[in-house]
């Protein structure tokens, strides 16, 4: 069956899916929605979006609902400086970041006489004015190239909406994997290392001297009064910038999920005994995952004494000596399941091969990273 | 430009009644531990293997 749409109604349509980030309206935080006093690197919020540190300040990061007015957004990232650097080392950097898999940039024709341009649209605000540097990393294995082009935050506490449009390079492909082949990295502060050099490197090129690659960006850790805001993420095929693609909280959630899922409140999962002292139990991930995941569990292992608690059920809570969250075991290469181990002290379950019942409070966190 | 994780433990993990060699690793990455699955496209493995490279070493699995 076909769709016919009349021609005028459409003549100014792009169909499809458009944004190649996700979750550029911050809407996702499933790990949190505040972290603070961070210094180094890490997912600490919102989901997909990446914190990278080296020795420049102290940052509260949250999920704001400080957004531009009339966008239809309900939230911004924002970094908050709580203890200043205002002389950066030479090797200190400060940048927000997303990569994105090269089976997701096939369709951009990289590497071809067609490579599509590429613009990068952002709503943005800064306490501090300046020049600021944005990075596009083609992280192809048999050679990167990269490129940086700047952007200004003309008015402080203001929102701003931003537009870059880059040219396709027709020479280097994005490989066809699912690891990070496209790195897009916001720099926020450059030692010299990075910034020292004569002029910013502005085109795709590969042996890029280091210190090219944030040429004249501001020092936004140079002060307790400085913050950054951001939303409105979007990368998009072609020279314009068009609206936001606004998706349902489930789609982007959906999205995230590839990449990053945690669990709680479990409520009597049945595990398997082998012998007495190891209990073993299949759980199935509400989504397929990028890659096998790192997996890991916060709280407390025991009874189920309180939220923060798991504990194991047989005729009684037993005492729980480990658990392991074995991504692969039998099942390797499956990116829907993970085994869950238990250890126990010596005969701990009156025979082999019983079931027992494994429950876990509502801030007994599994947890399993599959993150770029 | 990749951020540097602070690796403290390695160790090979087996299931009990798995057959073959180990395809896990727990590690103390950052603080937290890990179960790591021994796939170049996982980060955290990664990490671990530019830690071996260091001169590191992931203990043996009981």
Partial sequence: MTTKVPSELVSDQVFGRRNLFINGDMQVAQRAT???????????????????????????????TTVPSGEGFAYSQKLDCTTADSSLDAGNYLIWRQKIEGINLQHL???TSSAEKLT?????????TGTYIVEFYNNNSAGIKLQSQSYTISSADTWEKKTITIDGDTALAFQNTTDGELLVYWWLAAGSTYSGGGSLNNSWNSSVANNTRAVGVVNLADSTSNDWYITGVQLEVGADATPFEHLTFDEQSSLCKRYYQQYSGFHAMPMWTYGRSNGSFQFVLEKEMRSQPS???????????????????????????????????HESGNTKMIRIDSAHPTNTFASNNVAVGFYAGDNFLLIFDAEL | MEGVMNITAAKY????????????????????????????????????????EEGNEIEAAD
């Fill in chain 1, 34 to 64: 505040s972290a603070t006093g961070q210094t180094g690197t890490g997912f600490h919020t919102v989901d997909r979006w990446e914190f990278v540190a080296s020795s420049a300040g102290t940052w509260d990061i949250s999920r704001s």
């Fill in chain 2, 13 to 52: 993990y087996k299931s009990p009644n798995m057959i073959g060699d180990a395809t896990t690793i727990k590690a103390t990455i950052d603080g937290q531990e890990l179960s790591v699955p021994m796939i170049e496209s996982n980060r955290h493995y990664k990490a671990i293997l530019a830690w071996v």
């Fill in chain 1, 295 to 329: 997996a890991s569990y916060s709280g407390t292992l025991g009874s189920l004494n309180n939220a923060n608690y798991c504990g194991i059920y047989e005729t009684d809570w037993v005492t729980i000596s480990s658990i392991t969250l074995s991504p692969t075991s």
């Fill in chain 1, 109 to 111: 024709k990289y590497g």
């Fill in chain 1, 120 to 128: 990068l649209s952002f709503w943005v605000r800064s306490a501090k």
